[in-house]
């Protein structure tokens, strides 16, 4: 009787025993960083204040005040106007209402995680379908000038020529995919956004304001925590570690120790790999700062991705776009070097 038992149960017992497996070693793990932290409290009490100040006085300036306004644009009438305008070239290329226009514009103007939240806020305003987020997904999750242009060419690369160089690759590339994925999906899911849905409400102000301030504590919370992780990770010398490992297929591209260690950083933190990246300056590198930024890091994909979580986009799914947008990025970026220099 019980083995009959089992055996009809055999999938419902197999995956029970698979997500119960997960969950002791998810267990594990934070036991294992918490207990690292308790003995060595002082480095990683720096390390959070370190992200802390990261956030509060390189971030906060400048996203906050983007995202409260962009929260007030996606609530007044102007934006839609314009969308239903641009509606039939946005059909055309990306496959979403003119509001994929909007979302790209802002995107790129305002940086990450922007372009998420815009996604998000229209979705949940029943103003785009799933498909038109997945799709703004791929072409309106992009970094802004302030930090291609002014951080990265000018401040780290000390050549502002380049920064402008990486930005336009990021961008084109960025539309490129918008494209390429309208091209392979054909499907036809596009909400019409009416004028009268962006009416205006009572008590708008009060309203954007309470939600930037708890979007901005969202990206805040994860900018600390992936700060305290790569700390973490270079403390138990994680990344040393996967650049020996990873050293011969490198050296065989071109890819120095150090140029290895500062991709792994930027596959976790885009900010800190391309520090490191501008460190071992080469026009060789310049491609490869711009796929970074392109895939955007760990740290920000969590970011959309709890923007996005209403629309129910899969983490995969969202991955892949990213991977897809840092290689085409790093092509077209090596084609733009190629003719400037």
């Known amino acids: 009787m019980t083995k009959t038992f089992y055996a009809k149960n055999k999938i419902f017992f197999s995956f029970k025993i698979k997500d119960s497996f997960k969950d002791f070693l998810l ?64 059909r055309k290329l990306f496959g979403t209402n003119g509001l994929g226009f909007y979302g790209f ?36 999750t992009t970094s802004g000038p302030i930090f291609v242009i002014g951080a990265v060419g ?45 009416k205006k409400e009572s008590g708008i102000f009060s309203k954007c304001l309470n939600e930037t301030i708890n979007s901005i504590l969202i990206v805040g919370g994860y900018i600390t925590i992936f700060y305290l992780i790569s700390e973490l990770l270079c403390s138990l010398k994680v990344f040393s570690f996967l650049t020996k490992l990873l050293a011969p297929l490198m050296l065989k591209l071109g890819f ?28 060789k590198i310049i491609p490869i700062i711009s796929g970074l930024i392109s895939f955007s890091g760990v740290s920000i994909i969590m970011q959309s991705l709890a923007f996005l979580k209403e629309t129910k986009i899969k983490m995969h799914t969202f991955v892949f776009g990213k991977v897809v947008h840092s290689i085409l990025s790093i092509l077209v970026c090596q084609l733009l070097v190629i003719v400037a220099f």
């Open 154 to 198: 000018s401040a780290m690369l000390g050549e502002f020529k380049l920064g402008v160089i990486i930005y336009i690759s990021h961008i084109l590339s960025s539309l490129l995919l918008g494209v390429i994925s309208n091209i392979f999906d054909k499907s036809e899911a596009v909400l019409t956004p009416k004028i009268a849905t962006a």
């Open 105 to 140: 514009f802002m995107s790129i103007l305002s940086g990450y995680p922007i372009g998420a939240q815009i996604i998000g806020d229209l979705y949940s305003r029943n103003l785009i379908s799933q498909k038109e987020a997945k799709k703004m997904s791929l072409f309106c």
């Open 256 to 283: 120095s120790a150090n140029e290895t260690q500062g991709i792994l950083y930027g596959i976790v933190e885009i900010t800190r790999g391309c520090k490191e990246l501008s460190n071992e300056f080469s026009l």
């Open 27 to 90: 267990s594990l793990s934070i036991l294992m960083i918490m207990a690292i932290i308790i003995f060595n409290p002082k480095f990683f009490s720096s390390g959070t204040i370190s992200g802390l100040k990261l956030f509060f006085f390189s971030v906060f300036p400048g996203l906050f005040p983007f995202m409260f306004l962009t929260k007030l644009l996606t609530n007044v009438g102007f934006v839609f106007k314009v969308s239903n305008k641009l509606s039939p070239v946005s």
